[in-house]
């Protein structure tokens, strides 16, 4: 490792130990880099600053962040939930596969681990200690389906990660319809092997009329990822114009079909948007300044250099990288992370011959499984927080979840036309 690279992420993980917020900590890192590199100064840090937020296909985080929190509370969410319960609620452990199933039909609607995490457990975990089940094993599933969102269109991960590394977001988006599916399959076997002891109160059957009638009730949420699929399918509008008719539609529908939104929760809707917005999207602008230092003091050559021992072998390749991103994982929220390694590893991946996109749906998986370690872990702390437990509670009761899922990424690895045979049948490609 050559002194550029010791100054990048020794000054990175310091100012990080200190506690400084990690958009921060990247404007501090590249200014350690451009004193080291003899580039200082402050036009450099203002102009990538700028340039980071200046990008039109980030506009679609934006619209995707405020879709989500106008169905959380327009009232889709709920219907969702009611939806599920009415599917399988009365099946043995039925809450556990009402937290998956809703998890797969919140990822096509949100696209945010953290915003379908907080949702579901702020309406289930109660449902679900009330029938009996313990309340840090319900926590610890609804974390654990909660990575689901960011690996299923639409996806503001794939997103950002398109954007950093220059790769097709619709075809992104199309490379985790397969891999989620099989997720919630995992998930699902996963949670019948833990709860087979236990003596849970069980919903009563619904009859086909009351199934029926959820199923009208949730209708409108099953129509938004179909409308989007098909247009990006199709052609017919880019992801950033989907995330905007995605906003559009959850409005119109708390609006005008369910009657939940009014004047004084839309502006609350807004407001708590624009946060989390503003978080991302300065986060993605601090990060353009380190990536433009990475490319001038050319880092990812010097990593190549050292994974030149497999670079010949896209198998040894794939698990080295997913090794780095497990272990950065556990220091690092995904967000910094998919904006800090992109820039490093996407030209190791085209010069090993590795299909940008596959990289990229495993690149992301692999981030939102981090999620779930500590200490930054975000998707435990939220579960936590919702489910009123501790994180020692949860901790203990997500790892075999977490096991599941690095067994899926390990599938994933060895076969990666589980990914790339489906994505290209979706794309047309």
């Not at 310091?14 to 990690?22: K, N, Q, R, S, T």
Request: with cysteine; net charge neutral.
């Amino acid at each position: 490792m050559t002194m550029t690279m010791l100054v990048f992420l020794v000054s990175l993980l310091a100012v990080m130990a200190m506690g400084i917020p990690i958009a921060f900590a990247l404007l501090m890192s590249g200014v350690a880099l451009l004193m080291h590199l003899n580039l200082f100064d402050t036009q450099i840090l203002a102009s990538n600053l700028v340039d980071g937020a200046d990008n039109f296909p980030l506009m679609a985080i934006a619209f995707f962040i405020l879709a989500g929190e106008l169905m959380n509370a327009g009232g889709i969410s709920k219907r969702i939930i009611a939806f599920a319960i009415a599917l399988v609620g009365h099946v043995r452990g039925g809450l556990g596969y009402v937290a998956i199933l809703a998890s797969l039909i919140f990822s096509g609607l949100s696209g945010s681990a953290v915003a379908d995490t907080a949702a579901l457990g702020a309406i289930l975990i109660p449902i679900m200690v009330e029938a009996g089940y313990d309340r840090a094993k319900s926590a610890a599933l609804i974390a654990s389906a909660g990575i689901i969102a960011p690996i299923m269109p639409l996806s503001v991960p794939m997103i950002i990660f398109g954007v950093t590394g220059n790769v097709s977001i619709p075809k992104l988006f199309m490379s985790g319809v397969v891999p989620s599916l099989l997720l919630c399959i995992f998930l699902a076997a996963t949670w019948a092997w833990i709860c087979r002891k236990e003596q849970f109160k069980v919903q009563p059957r619904k009859s086909l009329a009351e199934l029926m009638q959820a199923a009208r009730g949730a209708v409108w949420a099953f129509i938004l990822p179909l409308i989007i699929i098909v247009g990006l399918r199709g052609g017919i509008f880019t992801p950033t114009e989907a995330a905007s008719i995605a906003a559009f539609y959850a409005l119109f529908v708390g609006v005008v079909i369910y009657r939940e939104l009014n004047w004084g929760n839309i502006t609350e809707v807004l407001v708590a948007a624009a946060k989390t917005t503003s978080v991302v999207m300065f986060l993605a602008a601090a990060a353009m300044v380190s990536s433009w230092l990475i490319a001038v003091a050319n880092i990812p050559a010097q990593l190549g250099e050292l994974l030149a021992p497999v670079l010949d072998n896209k198998l040894l390749l794939m698990i080295a990288i997913n090794l780095i991103v497990l272990l950065v994982g556990t220091a690092m929220d995904a967000t910094p992370t998919i904006l800090i390694l992109t820039p490093v590893m996407m030209p190791i991946i085209l010069k090993a011959g590795i299909d940008p996109v596959y990289f990229g749906f495993m690149f992301v998986f692999n981030n939102m499984i981090g999620l779930l370690t500590p200490p930054v872990g975000t998707v435990l702390n939220v579960a936590a927080g919702v489910g009123k437990v501790t994180m020692d509670q949860i901790m203990r009761n997500v790892w075999p979840y977490m096991w599941i899922e690095i067994l899926l990424l390990i599938l994933l690895t060895f076969f990666p036309d589980i990914v790339i045979v489906p994505m290209r049948i979706l794309t047309g490609s």
